[in-house]
């Protein structure tokens, strides 16, 4: 069985929405999910040493599993320097490009991974993400929570370009192991 890691951002915790969804579809794949909660305060977040710090808290989950998948968001990122010490694929939500530990972290990385971020978040780097993994979903006017302008809807339905773009990023590299059914036509469902 798959063993897959969810790492929270900084300021909410693994059940999110967008790592809760994330996290969902690994489990409908058949992976056991290992929802990280940050055991104490973290150092400040835009200082080199908080790669170590969440080296810390993730590096023991880590190697309590069979080589997992890591989905992180936003602080999680800085575990980047593990997936690639340990060679494990990763679905990095908003990751913070802009940090040069994360993005050195990223270059090294000879496992697959995903990028998702938004034009309207600092921390988001769209050249540099291409120039990193050829699996990137760039959302148009989106901030770092993901939220695009307009009515609530419409992040909501960026939730779901994110969910469809970690599904074909699964089936892209063939996580784990098998492909998932195809979907029904709409007269099925």
Not at 54 to 63: L, M
Not at 148 to 177: H, K, M, N, R, Y
């Amino acid at each position: 069985m798959a063993d897959t890691v969810v790492i929270p951002g900084g300021r909410f915790g693994p059940y999110a929405p967008l790592l809760m969804y994330a996290g969902d579809v690994a489990e409908q794949r058949g992976a056991t999910i290992h929802r990280h909660s940050w055991s104490r305060e973290f150092p400040p977040h835009d200082q080199p040493e908080i790669e170590s710090w969440v080296a810390g808290e993730i590096g023991p989950v880590i190697d309590a599993g069979a080589a997992p998948l890591l989905i992180g968001k936003s602080l999680g990122t800085n575990a980047a320097s593990l997936a690639a010490e340990k060679s494990l694929p990763a679905v990095w939500l908003t990751p913070l490009l802009t940090f040069p530990w994360v993005a050195d972290a990223l270059s090294r990385a000879t496992a697959p991974f995903l990028l998702v971020g938004g034009t309207a978040d600092e921390v988001w780097d769209g050249n540099l993400a291409r120039r990193l993994s050829p699996h990137v979903l760039e959302v148009e006017g989106a901030n770092h929570g993901m939220y695009v302008p307009g009515p609530l809807t419409e992040s909501v339905a960026v939730l779901g370009q994110v969910v469809a773009a970690i599904e074909d990023f699964l089936d892209a590299i063939g996580w784990p192991g098998w492909k998932r059914a195809a979907r029904p036509a709409a007269s099925q469902w």
